[in-house]
């Protein structure tokens, strides 16, 4: 068994509104700052212990698909590190 973190990242899919991103992009020109777009994510770090990285990004992508994401409207990625 190996020690693991996986980071999953979760955003809305292209084309679904982003309330919380327009409000952050309008307050960003406000400041002065340039865009072009900006985009919210909620990113998820799970420790846990697996047999290999594969395995270990399988029981993330299991839990983004469960529970961290509605795959009607969220897109997700899974990068895993050895801790």
């Given at each position: 068994m190996g020690a693991y973190t996986a980071t999953v990242?979760?955003?809305l899919k292209?084309?679904?509104?982003?309330?919380?991103a327009?409000?952050?992009a309008r307050a960003l020109e406000r400041?002065?700052?340039d865009l072009e777009t900006l985009r919210s994510a909620d990113r998820f770090e799970v420790d846990l212990d697996a047999e290999s990285a594969d395995a270990a990004a399988n029981r993330a992508e299991a839990m983004?698909?469960?529970l961290l994401a509605n795959p009607t409207i969220h897109d997700y990625t899974v990068e895993v590190?050895?801790?």
């Open positions: 990242t979760v955003r292209e084309g679904v509104r982003d309330p919380e327009e409000t952050t400041l002065g700052f983004a698909e469960r590190t050895e801790r």
